[in-house]
C-alpha cells in the first residue's frame, strides 16, 4: 500500500488504538458501545450522528528538521515527514460523560505515547515506522479559532501531534552503478589485435 495512504491511516490507528484502550472498561462501555462511534468527521459533522468521539485531522505541517535526514537504503525515498494535529472532542451530549471520556483517552495516550507495530493500521502495518503522540498545549486563541472554523458553539476538547509521518515517492530510484577505477595493484590487460 502507498504512503500516500498513511494520513489515513494514522486516523485509523488513533481510533483503533482508543478503541481497544476503551472496550473492556465498563464506565466507559456504558457510554460507548461499539467502534463506529469513533469516527474522523469534524466536530460539527458528527454531532448529528451516533458520534460519542470525534478525532478530527485539523492541521497537516512539514517537520523541517527531518528534511535533510540521510536517506536509507529504503526505495523509494522519503519525500516528507510530516506533523498532523488531532483535535479530539468527546459528543456525549452529557458534560459528565464528556469529561470521563476524556479522561479515558488522555490517560490511553499518555501510557502508550509511542505506537508502533500491530499497534499501527492500514499502509503503516508493514512500514516499521514509530508513531510519537504528544498532547498540544492549545490557548483560548487557538481553541477559539478552531471552533469558529467549525462555525458551532466551543466544545470539550483536545489536540494531539502525531508524528513522523512518512510520505515517500511515488518512484523508485535506480542504484548507481559503481564502476572501479583501477588502482597501481590491478594488472592492466592490453588486447591487441
Known amino acids: 500500500m502507498s504512503s500516500y495512504n498513511n494520513l489515513d491511516s ?14 473492556d472498561d465498563p464506565q466507559i462501555k456504558a457510554i460507548i458501545q461499539n467502534p463506529r462511534q469513533i469516527n474522523h468527521r469534524s466536530p460539527k ?19 523541517p528538521s527531518m528534511r535533510n535526514l540521510q536517506q536509507t537504503a529504503q526505495n523509494p525515498p522519503t519525500l516528507l515527514y510530516l506533523n498532523l494535529r488531532y483535535l479530539i472532542t468527546p459528543l456525549t451530549q452529557n458534560a459528565e460523560n464528556d469529561q470521563i471520556i476524556l479522561g479515558k483517552i488522555m490517560q490511553l495516550l499518555s501510557e ?8 499501527l493500521q492500514g499502509s503503516l502495518r508493514e512500514s516499521g515506522d514509530e508513531l510519537k503522540i504528544i498532547l498540544d498545549p492549545l490557548t483560548a486563541d487557538d481553541l477559539n479559532k478552531l471552533w469558529t472554523m467549525f462555525q458551532m458553539p466551543y ?3 483536545i489536540s494531539y501531534s502525531v508524528f513522523p ?6 518512484s523508485k530510484i535506480e542504484k548507481p552503478v ?7 595493484q ?3 590487460t592490453i588486447i591487441t589485435a
Not at 10 to 23: D, E, I, R, Y
Not at 178 to 184: D, H, L
Request: with cysteine.
Open 155 to 157: 466544545k470539550l476538547c
Open 186 to 188: 590491478t594488472k592492466k
Open 112 to 119: 502508550t505515547p509511542i505506537l508502533r507495530g500491530s499497534d
Open 10 to 23: 494514522v486516523s485509523k490507528t488513533l481510533a483503533n488504538h482508543l478503541w481497544n484502550g476503551m472496550k
Open 178 to 184: 559503481i564502476i572501479k577505477k583501477p588502482t597501481s
Open 45 to 63: 459533522e458528527a454531532q448529528n450522528e451516533s458520534t460519542q468521539i470525534s478525532i478530527f485531522l485539523y492541521n497537516v505541517t512539514e517537520l
Open 165 to 170: 509521518v512518512r510520505i515517500d515517492s511515488s
